[in-house]
Every structure is written in structure tokens, then in C-alpha cells.
């Protein structure tokens, strides 16, 4: 007769043979459960917390560097929290087009918002910048 045990995954109840029961230390509905509930254990990211908007954040230790006191959950709090201004960056530049041509230099297929940094070093280039 089975037995009923929860699902270490998602808390739905499972039934199995009592033998199974009584060996395992986890037991899961599916393999999907077990393989979601593997790889939150294998996660080895740490929380933090942006230091501009207070959103908690994961990144991998290793990734940080040993004297980074700040931390934020996107280059757009950064350079809030930096005071930089966001800009508006035409990747085609805009005297490049006519009088008549002003609507599609304003198009947002032709434009990107930068920090003032990355504006000034993308300014004159003809490419989309990466988003990181």
C-alpha cells in the first residue's frame, strides 16, 4: 500500500511504495521537480542588495571584486546612484540626416540610452551599443 510524502520541490503530496519512503532523504513529484530543486542547490550566488534602489540582487561571488564596498542590480541604478544623467545616444548620428528625415532620426530603433560615460565614449560610432 503506498505511502504519501511531500515533494522537497513544490510541497505537492506524492504517493510510493513505503520502502522508497523510508530510503530516501528527498523525495519530488517528477523529474522536473528534481531537477528545479538540483539546481537551486547547486547555486552557489550570493543576495545582495543595490545600494540605489534596494532591490535584492544574485551574483556570483568570484565575480566581485575583493575591494567593492557598493553594490547595484543594473548599470541604471549605478549611474543614478553616481549622478549620472541618463542620454539618449542616435546610433546613426543625427546630423547625418536631412530636414525632412527628423522623425526617423528620433525613432527608437535609432536610439539607445546611455550613462554619460559610456555616451561620450559611443559618441561618433555608428553601432548599437551592447547591452550589458
Not at 567593492?68 to 548599470?75: A, D, L, R
Request: charged share 30%.
Amino acid at each position: 500500500m503506498p505511502v504519501e510524502a511531500e515533494c522537497d520541490f513544490c510541497g505537492d503530496t506524492v504517493s510510493r511504495p513505503p520502502s522508497v519512503v523510508e530510503r530516501a532523504d528527498h523525495h519530488f513529484c517528477d523529474k522536473s521537480c528534481y531537477g528545479k530543486w538540483q539546481s537551486e542547490q547547486k547555486d552557489s550566488r550570493i543576495v545582495l542588495q543595490c545600494d540605489y534602489c534596494g532591490t535584492k540582487f544574485k551574483r556570483y561571488e568570484r565575480s566581485l571584486k575583493d575591494d567593492q564596498t557598493n553594490h547595484f542590480c543594473s548599470y541604471e541604478c549605478k549611474g543614478k546612484w553616481l549622478g549620472y544623467t541618463p542620454r539618449v545616444h542616435h546610433i546613426r548620428p543625427f546630423s547625418e540626416f536631412d530636414e525632412d528625415e527628423v522623425e526617423t532620426a528620433h525613432d527608437p530603433s535609432n536610439l539607445v540610452s546611455l550613462c554619460e560615460p559610456c555616451h561620450t565614449q559611443w559618441e561618433g560610432i555608428p553601432h548599437r551599443p551592447k547591452p550589458i
